[in-house]
Nanobody, 129 residues
Framework: QVTLVESGGGSVEPGGSLTLSCEAP????????VGWFRQAPGKEREGISC????????YFVDSIEGRFTISRHNDGKTVSLQMNSLKPEDTAMYFC??????????????????????WGQGTQVTVSS
């Protein structure tokens, strides 16, 4: 059983930055595709980014493209989501998830919750002035 723990959430003003981390104590995340999802108040949870387990391919939805980056740490146990130029509409609970499957580029499956095996409890991000 893989336990994921998110950290790094908080409150920032528009235009600010935060870095979220997803850790898996006792496990190496580099064997898994890791996705980030978010759920804004009153809305369904949506997939926003993923880093694949093969070739390190990265994926971003249009709303965050160019502002967020996803990366793996060399320790193999942590995946980060660097969030820049934050907007009020980025306010949400952010979750990371790990999938043991390989996602084909262009399939879009990396944004679909059903493909993921393990989930964290989430970390809150609030963007307001």
């Amino acid at each position: 059983q893989v336990t994921l723990v998110e950290s790094g959430g908080g409150s920032v003003e528009p235009g600010g930055s935060l870095t979220l981390s997803c850790e898996a104590p006792g496990f190496r995340l580099d064997y898994y595709a890791v996705g980030w999802f978010r759920q804004a108040p009153g809305k369904e949870r949506e997939g926003i980014s993923c880093i694949s387990s093969v070739e390190g391919g990265t994926y971003f939805v249009d709303s965050i493209e160019g502002r967020f980056t996803i990366s793996r740490h060399n320790d193999g146990k942590t995946v980060s989501l660097q969030m820049n130029s934050l907007k009020p509409e980025d306010t949400a609970m952010y979750f990371c998830a790990a999938a043991s499957v390989h996602f084909e580029r262009g399939s879009g499956n990396y944004y679909r919750e059903g493909w993921y095996d393990y989930w964290g409890q989430g970390t809150q991000v609030t963007v307001s002035s």
